[in-house]
């Protein structure tokens, strides 16, 4: 079965509790429990999370901080960080379930199949690598992959061509034959001479940067093989003087690059966004490595890359990076030495440099924005595959709603440091973009039990307790049971028209043992609960039931439990076996 990020929940109700059917309403009575479709909350801001990794003297993270210990400055304006929260590596892990069965239902006979815990997606950008550098960082990668994975790992290999991809997986030989059907495929259409760089292409058009224009020029007259006067540099310089021919050329050869780099570039990011939309859907730890030599983001696709960051974050997605083009040296094309000129080639060695240096921001941009890791200027990739597989053991999640923020969707740049950072370095997202309108409490309160569900941490805000049960229909299918008991005395009701109210969202979501979102049920449960009613309930607690039509196999469930009046969760996992 293909997943599909983020589903749509199907809502469905059903509970049971002797203290609550007990005691049904009178007639004409307001019901003391009453089912939705929809949950609502009561207030819903925009919050923007910061992803921090802190690190020691020896560059080991560090994950001994409080809150107060971090300072977060939005436009250089001091924020207050209403949520805070420690991200580990290696999280709680799934939790088998002790059911006691009744009925024809039977407890779990065996113990349950290894449970896909963590996902690792390699990114290979071989729209921009060139075939020595996909080469070797294919070897280190094969190499990496076979001595790391294990029953809990899931490996995934994609392109940003988008034509080599191998789902998330266990099997090695898969792998490692995905791995080895790459090569370069760069854009078809793009002329040697003038070599212009995206970057100089972008100076040329948008920049409006005469030396840049000038150089292409040159190069062009040096293409040709034209008898140059001496004094051409300087007349290239002045822009009165151009020589309409070179001019042309110069200009068609950077339309042309700047075209394609511009389809290039906002197709990578949608490759990254598309392989976050399919993480999301994985329950665990995750985790993406950018194979790249990176490629330069115009001003126009910085709100792309913005909202990719965003999206990792919500989706607790780490992005490492790798520039596969190790350490580098300057080496303009030997087509553009002939005839030689000094500044002609000081200018194109400038061009070149500066693009290579541009090209890298996005892998250090991505890597910081999310918490990752970027390796870069040394030539031991499998170094830095290893340190790509061992994400870093903390990270901080620093969460400020914005004060007095305009919805504008402009750029705001972020800045966090420490109260004490004597002998510490900290990796922190640069910036975000505001939203352009306001945001609406429903969805986002959707949206934070979406990403609870998709993820594996397991949280303890409502004391609950999860079994699974199963009953066989046939040989090839059974029936699986979920059963939540939740303790309410520590849930807060608000008191209306005598009622004790309260609206509980409890969501069940069904996974394979390679991580793979089957189904989910999302139940909403009203309570407008008398005195009375109120003590029983606190006393006895409520039991929630789903069940899932299954095929024999093993199974991971995942479980997230909301309220709307002090809007607490709890999750928790739970793992199955069904013969």
């Not at 008191?495 to 999302?522: C, E, P």
Request: net charge negative; aromatic share 6%; glycine share 6%.
């Amino acid at each position: 079965m293909t997943p599909r990020a983020r589903p749509l929940f199907i809502a469905a109700v059903w509970m049971y509790s002797p203290c609550l059917t007990a005691q049904p309403p009178a007639s004409g009575d307001q019901p003391e429990i009453t089912a939705r479709d929809t949950p609502t909350f009561s207030t819903g801001v925009n919050l923007v999370n910061v992803p921090v990794v802190v690190r020691d003297r020896e560059g080991h993270a560090v994950g001994t901080l409080r809150k107060e210990d971090f300072q977060v400055f939005d436009k250089g304006k001091p924020q207050i960080v209403s949520r805070f929260s420690i991200e580990r590596a290696n999280g709680p892990g799934t939790l088998v379930a002790n059911p006691s069965g009744t009925g024809q239902e039977k407890p779990v006979p065996t113990p349950p199949a290894p449970i896909a815990k963590r996902f690792v997606a390699y990114l290979f950008d071989d729209v921009h690598l060139s075939f020595g550098d996909l080469t070797r960082a294919r070897d280190a990668a094969d190499l990496q992959i076979v001595q790391s994975l294990d029953g809990n790992t899931r490996v995934a290999i994609y392109t940003t061509s988008g034509l080599t991809t191998s789902d998330f997986t266990a099997d090695r030989d898969a792998l490692h034959q995905a791995l080895f059907t790459l090569q370069p495929r760069p854009s078809a259409g793009h002329q040697s001479c003038p070599d212009v760089s995206y970057y100089q292409a972008d100076l040329i058009l948008n920049k409006q940067d005469p030396r840049a224009l000038a150089t292409a020029m040159m190069e062009s007259a040096y293409c040709s093989g034209a008898n140059l006067p001496p004094n051409l540099e300087a007349q290239l310089q002045d822009q009165r003087r151009f020589p309409s021919q070179l001019e042309i050329q110069a200009r068609t050869a950077a339309s042309k690059v700047l075209e394609l780099g511009v389809r290039d570039s906002r197709f990578a990011l949608e490759i990254l966004t598309n392989i976050i939309l399919r993480m999301s859907a994985l329950p665990g730890t995750k985790s993406m490595v950018l194979i790249s030599e990176g490629f330069l983001l115009l001003d126009e696709h910085r709100q792309e890359e913005a909202a990719v960051m965003d999206r990792a974050i919500r989706a607790n997605i780490i992005i490492n990076s790798l520039n596969a083009r190790g350490l580098f040296t300057v080496d303009p094309d030997a087509s553009a030495k002939l005839n030689g000129g000094e500044q002609f080639m000081n200018n194109k060695s400038a061009y070149v440099r500066e693009s290579q240096l541009q090209n890298q921001n996005v892998l250090a941009e991505l890597a910081a924005g999310t918490g990752g890791t970027y390796f870069h200027n040394s030539n031991d990739l499998g170094m830095g595959f290893r340190r790509m597989a061992s994400p870093p053991e903390f990270v901080y999640i620093l969460g400020f709603a914005p004060r007095n923020e305009k919805l504008d969707g402009s750029y705001h740049t972020l800045r966090v440091t420490l109260r004490n950072s004597k002998d510490l370095t900290l990796e922190a997202r640069q910036g975000y973009y505001a939203p352009s309108h306001a945001v609406d409490s429903q969805e986002e309160a959707k949206r934070e039990i979406q990403d609870a569900l998709f993820s594996r941490d397991e949280l303890a805000g409502i004391p609950i307790d999860l079994q699974l049960q199963f009953v066989a229909i046939s040989e090839t299918s059974a029936r699986l049971a979920v059963l939540v008991h939740l303790d309410v005395k520590q849930l807060h009701f608000g008191k209306i028209d005598g009622r004790n109210n309260n609206t509980l969202t409890v969501t069940s979501g069904l996974f394979d043992t390679n991580g793979n979102y089957i189904s989910a049920i999302q139940k909403i449960i009203d309570l407008r609960l008398r005195d009375e009613t109120l003590q029983n309930v606190q006393s006895s607690g409520i039991n929630v039931r789903t069940s899932f039509d299954v095929a024999p196999g093993g199974y991971l469930v995942r479980l997230v439990v909301r309220d709307s009046q002090g809007q607490t969760m709890a999750a928790r996992n739970g793992a199955i076996e069904i013969p």
